[in-house]
């Protein structure tokens, strides 16, 4: 078996996420398709995570394995001769005969965008627009989420109690774009739900609704059923699975 | 009665054009339904132009009368309140009794969008993926548009054969951006598919497929059949009508 380790970056507004639900439109449907017409049978398909409805990738991990030998580079351009446009392999290499594109990452990168300048119904589907936000306020409460905590309390409230929910957030930050803020998540792993849950209770914060003590609140309490706001999956971009 | 003048934004890449066509997503269906709410009956709208499927507006403008005074800023919030979060009234004000937004239009600007980067699954419905373009030679052939022309053969073919197919161009401007390519069109009007089918030789032309003196050649021959590729319209968008 020859196993190959694929990027993939898509438009996940057109999508209901990534995970395969019979024949609704997912991202996963339409590789398992392209696959299909590549090589001839059906081949199962390992991602880094599965992306919720409306969450858009630029650096999404997949691996497969192969019973015969193609060239990742055909592999590249066989796909994408085959995916709809927006979903888009940005390169293929072979993996190890252990790497695994869930269980073998170590670190993830998401971002999150918001529209604070001007109402924009073509940008609506990627970045929600929220005004009137305190910007210092987030910049100082985001760093609360940062290092090892068991972040269960910003998880699903439907998350299976035998789950590890203690994650590592290595690093984040709050850049001021032309008209948006990008809101950038570095960590060892995010739960279903967390980086929205975060960013809900983060956007409270900068409408001046909660204090920055919320956030260390809800990471001891450890109960998701603690409300905040999910934002929604339209903003959320994963960037990067490091291995 | 009185009539009201809106400025309206939509992305159409959901839409399958202005027009209404009985339950179809269209722009039209859309605000009929939204002045419904507002109204409790049914409006007539006109807009300056019907754009076509996937095409875009920062600027559209559009006419109805009403029975009942309703200040322009109840409009505007009253609809956008009813309108998907796609489509947007970004002003509305009073209109002269003799104003029509389609036959007092003064000129008319779009813009055309190309990506000449990396290819992009998150743009591709926003602006066409086309690599390899000679700017310069396209920057010296647009100019043969400019001025006053029959446009008949960049119209459709099926363009009724008594319509006026002479238009004036007062402007073109192509700006390159950060990997994408921006033209810039103003003209006294455009036929249906004309900038789609300038821009589709325009692109022969970038590519070294066609010389630039086949822009003379088709203006000359006024013959819609002579056919070249038409860009598509997720490309296009309306940004603004000068009354």
Redesign the interface.
């Known amino acids: 078996m020859y196993k190959y380790k694929c990027i993939v970056?898509?438009?996940g507004h057109n999508y209901m996420g990534f995970q395969i639900q019979e024949e609704l439109p997912t991202i996963e449907l339409e590789i398992n398709r392209a696959l299909i017409k590549l090589v001839g049978k059906e081949v199962k398909i390992y991602p880094s995570g599965r992306t919720d409805r409306g969450v858009?990738a630029?650096g999404q991990v997949i691996h497969f394995e192969l019973e015969n030998d193609i060239p990742p580079k055909g592999i590249t351009a066989g796909l994408n001769a085959f995916l709809p446009?927006?979903?888009?392999i940005e390169s293929t290499e072979y993996a190890d005969a252990d790497f695994h594109a869930r269980f073998s990452a170590k670190s993830k990168e998401y971002r999150y965008y918001i529209n604070i300048g001007n109402?924009?119904?073509?940008t609506?589907?990627?970045a929600p627009f929220i005004k009137n936000l305190n910007i210092e306020a987030m910049k100082d409460a985001i760093k609360l989420f940062e290092g090892k905590h068991d972040f269960k309390g910003f998880a699903s409230s439907s998350i299976d109690k035998r789950k590890d929910t203690v994650k590592e957030i290595y690093h984040t930050e709050i850049n001021e774009l032309n008209g948006y803020l990008e809101f950038v998540w570095i960590g060892s792993g995010f739960l279903k739900y967390q980086i929205r849950r975060m960013m809900g209770l983060l956007i409270e914060i900068g409408r001046g609704k909660e204090k920055k003590e919320m956030i260390t609140y809800v990471l001891e309490k450890k109960d998701p059923k603690i409300s905040h706001r999910s934002l929604d999956g339209c903003g959320l971009y994963l960037m990067k699975v490091n291995y």
């Open positions: 970056s898509y438009d858009h630029r446009q927006d979903i888009h109402y924009d119904p073509l609506i589907n990627y």
